[in-house]
């Protein structure tokens, strides 16, 4: 009966420990699918690197930076954060040490991250990811602009104040919850959001203007489209299915992603929830076109007449009859699922066609997911071209089928090839739109 009586109560004073242990794992797999929500891992491991251990180079105007070690690791991760010290680091863009972040940390998006997320958050890079001892790199910006103190008055400036995020009054929730995902730990806008000369997103939600997602200047040899509801180069286009379609799989009927949209699908955006996926494409959807006279895409049969007739004296049109169209055809339409269409293809429209020449040159790879397991690679073909043929072949894709887009000079090409034509990192993003340049290749 003694033993009894003494197992019951150890039972007893076990109950607790046990409901905690249940807690926190509730905790650290919200956590993990919040980390996925924020794509973490895309920043902070190296190509070929061990997960959250950072080390992968960041291209800034005033130099290369190096992703931190989030770890936790004691020594050289943040394993000896507090969760005020983490909350600072994430929420503020301020370190244990007191100095404030580069804002290629998106901490002003995150600064709407509730706290009851940021808690979870805590817990998963607490318990749930393996401590990594790996020292974190120095940074190779050029003293004066190296120097630390400036960054304080950049993140008073232009980083708002910290709070959790806060509905529309009367708005759809489902629409609110996407707000919430895109313009917080989504931080789709510290890609797709033009910035300023002082380096600030000029929007930081559909409240501070149409700039907002409006897309951005290149970076790293890619531009991340527009986002709003322009035809000509944003998703007007896209129908909220296609959109939750491309989130899964990285491409629909007639797009393909490439560039550094390709990390946000294969690290994030395939692993989030059908619900979550539908409020972000909803949300998306609800914002306007930029430009008030945006008008839909209206097709023009007159190059792919032409071309079936055997015409190909077009600017680029035999470039493009030998390189591309047995692929994107000769009508621009493509082949679903596999070689995106061009004609209607709103990023072969923007204003600056640097993604176009960077597939062009380099080609890519779209990668097989859990809901799209096929990989389709498009080749390179800045090996066989020229600088005047690459051109060529981008001013016809530009211009025929209806597209709007206005015609390349050879130094434009000339210009990313000798830079090297980098590729992408987890901070640049692009999205095809049923690309030409992309045979289903290679964000956004």
Known sequence: ?????????????????????????????????????????????????????????????????????ITPDKETGIGSYSYEDFDKAVRHGVAKSGSTLYPAMPYPSYASVTETDMRALYAYFMQGVEPVPQANL???????????????????LFAPKVADFQPTPGQDPIITRG?????????CGACHTPRAITMQEKALSPADGDEFLAGSAPLEGWIA??????HKDGLGSWSEEQL??????????????????????????????????????????????????DKPFQADVRIAEALWKGDDSARGAAIYVDNCAACHRTDGQGYERVFPALAGNPVLQ?????????????????????????????????????????????????????NQGTPVAAKAV????????????GTDIGWVSGSAEAAA???H
């Open 441 to 443: 290749a290679t964000h």
């Open 244 to 293: 939750v379609q491309f989130f899964k799989t990285g491409r629909t009927p007639n797009t393909a992603v490439f560039g550094g949209m390709t990390d946000v699908v294969e690290h994030s955006l395939q692993y989030m929830t059908d619900a979550d996926l539908i409020a972000m494409a909803r949300y998306l959807k609800s914002l306007p076109a930029k430009d008030p006279n």
């Open 350 to 402: 923007t204003d600056d066609p640097t993604s176009l020449i960077h597939i062009v040159l380099s080609g890519g790879t779209l990668p097989g997911l859990n809901h799209a397991p096929s990989t389709i690679v498009m080749p390179p073909f800045g090996w066989r071209l020229t600088d005047e043929q690459v051109a060529d072949v981008i001013s016809f894709i530009r211009t025929s089928w209806g």
């Open 138 to 156: 120095d940074s190779e910006i050029p003293w004066p602009l190296s120097m630390r103190w400036p960054l304080a008055i950049w993140r008073t």
């Open 1 to 69: 009966m003694k033993t009894f009586f003494s197992a019951l109560a150890l039972g007893l004073f076990a109950l607790p420990a046990m409901a905690r242990e249940v807690n926190d794992a509730d905790l650290v797999s919200k956590g993990e699918y919040l980390s996925r929500a924020g794509d973490c891992v895309a920043c902070h491991t190296a190509k070929g690197g061990k997960p959250f251990a950072g080390g992968l180079p960041m291209e800034t105007p005033i130099g290369i930076i190096y992703s931190t070690n």
């Open 179 to 187: 707000a919430y995902l895109v313009e917080g730990l989504g931080h």
């Open 414 to 425: 000339a210009k990313l090839r000798n830079n090297g034509n980098r590729t992408t990192s």
């Open 225 to 230: 489209k527009n986002l709003r509801g322009d």
